[in-house]
């Protein structure tokens, strides 16, 4: 490095990193000095080297469908040798280090990830919520207010927020950590607070009981407390909680939807429960109750968010979702106004765009099936959605083919097979339209 011999310098931490995976460190510098060998050129390397990319993107899809996490990170870890400042490679590497444990790494890789792709909601959201599971929680919001900056009409936003400043409190006031009252007191800009926690407060739950107790009709109190619970994993209590706050709140709507938010993360850890059952069983009584329990899940989170959709009625995101929902119900009429109205949303369009190709094919309204789908694919990027690249060209290709549009056909199911040559039967369609 002192002699700036990057090439070098790059080939000694990419062995290190591979000899000890979890050193922070390591990962650092080697990031930093293949950085370096490109000239901080934020491309990285040449044309010809990149097409190496393709390969070690399908590889990296693979390994991580099959939840091998280590080739996975490893696989990844090549292909930033090529371009450091790739963002679904950073990200890659971010989701295997989570599921591997590694968070100080997974931290890193998302950081890294978001100085590329700046305005990319999806990576900033996972980003701020493997911070709040590391109750990093001022970096956290710091993260979520960058979140309101990119979608300025998501309303979960300030939602998130609030809840964030309550846990900060909490964490401030040495709640957690707190073995007495004594302790909390101890804090004098909690001492307030402190006063109304027994003697015998141990910790945060303890200390927030009391302050119900000592002022039950004080929203706040139930809902820091619901906030407590949900970091500690206890979604059935947060829930319950969140039930006493809407009555206190006299149904107050944005405390409702706290509650809403809590019911559905309770049905879908009870989906996530009895999925990890079925895994370990021959049962199929396992597998049926597994798939009752997703379709509860989804029908009730169509019926809060179409509650949602008309009270918030600016909030294009919203009508994404919902719409993206009641497609799994193959509700294409109901689905696609939605997708119209959130196609209006530059930020949504092109996702919008995609979708709304879907329901007009799956309705069988080829031609306008067609429009859409040519709409969205001039601005779909490879590097940034791979598979919503790969899908909207090879569904575009197939309605050309349906419509007999040839010429067309044989162009989109090209543009896949540049990226992906496995990618389902493009290959087989594209020499069948050829004539073999």
């Given at each position: 490095m002192d002699s700036s011999n990057w090439e070098m310098s790059v080939q000694m931490f990419s062995q290190c990193v591979k000899l000890v995976p979890d050193n922070l460190t390591y990962r650092q510098l080697l990031r930093s000095c293949t950085m370096k060998k490109y000239d901080d050129n934020k491309k990285g390397a040449g044309g010809l080297a990149k097409t190496k990319l393709m390969s070690i993107r399908g590889k990296v899809k693979k390994a991580k469908k099959k939840e091998e996490w280590e080739e996975a990170a490893a696989i990844a870890e090549e292909g930033l040798l090529i371009n450091p400042w790739d963002a679904q490679l950073n990200v890659d590497i971010a989701e295997a280090s989570k599921a591997l444990e590694r968070g100080e790494i997974a931290k890193f890789a998302y950081l890294q990830a978001i100085k590329t792709a700046t305005k990319d909601k999806d990576i900033h959201v996972a980003l701020a919520d493997l911070l709040e599971e590391r109750l990093e929680f001022e970096d956290c919001q710091k993260i979520w207010e960058r979140i309101a900056v990119i979608d300025p009409k998501d309303i979960e936003v300030s939602r998130k927020l609030s809840g964030l400043a309550a846990l900060q409190a909490t964490k401030k006031g040495n709640f957690e950590d707190a073995e007495s009252a004594s302790d909390v007191a101890q804090n004098k800009d909690f001492a307030s607070e402190a006063k109304s926690v027994s003697a015998k407060a141990d910790n945060a739950e303890t200390a927030l009981r009391h302050a119900i107790r000592k002022e039950p009709d004080k929203v706040e109190h139930y809902l820091t407390l619901a906030a407590q619970l949900k970091t500690n994993k206890k979604y059935e209590e947060s829930y319950e909680i969140l039930n006493k706050a809407y009555e206190i709140s006299a149904e107050d709507p944005s405390v409702k939807e706290q509650m809403e938010d809590a019911e559905l993360l309770l049905m879908k850890t009870n989906?996530?429960?009895?999925?990890?059952?079925?895994?370990?069983?021959?049962?199929?009584?396992?597998?049926?109750?597994?798939?009752?329990?997703?379709?509860?899940?989804?029908?009730?989170?169509?019926?809060?968010?179409?509650?949602r959709e008309v009270r918030h009625s600016q909030n294009m995101g919203l009508k994404l979702e919902l719409a993206t929902l009641v497609m799994q119900q193959q509700e294409w009429s109901r689905a696609i106004p939605l997708l119209q109205k959130s196609s209006q949303d530059p930020r949504l369009k092109t996702k919008a765009l995609v979708l709304l190709g879907k329901c007009f094919m799956y309705d069988n309204k080829a031609a306008l099936a067609k429009g859409q789908f040519a709409r969205a694919v001039p601005d779909l990027d490879h590097d940034t959605s791979p598979d919503t690249y790969k899908e909207a060209h090879y569904l575009l290709a197939r309605v050309c083919e349906e419509t007999d549009d040839t010429e067309k056909a044989i162009h989109h199911f090209g543009e896949v097979l540049v990226v992906d040559y496995d990618y389902k039967d493009a290959l087989a369609r594209l020499e069948k339209l050829q004539g073999g």
């Open positions: 989906v996530d429960l009895a999925k990890e059952k079925a895994d370990e069983s021959e049962d199929p009584e396992d597998r049926k109750k597994v798939a009752a329990l997703s379709k509860e899940l989804r029908v009730r989170k169509i019926d809060i968010l179409t509650d």
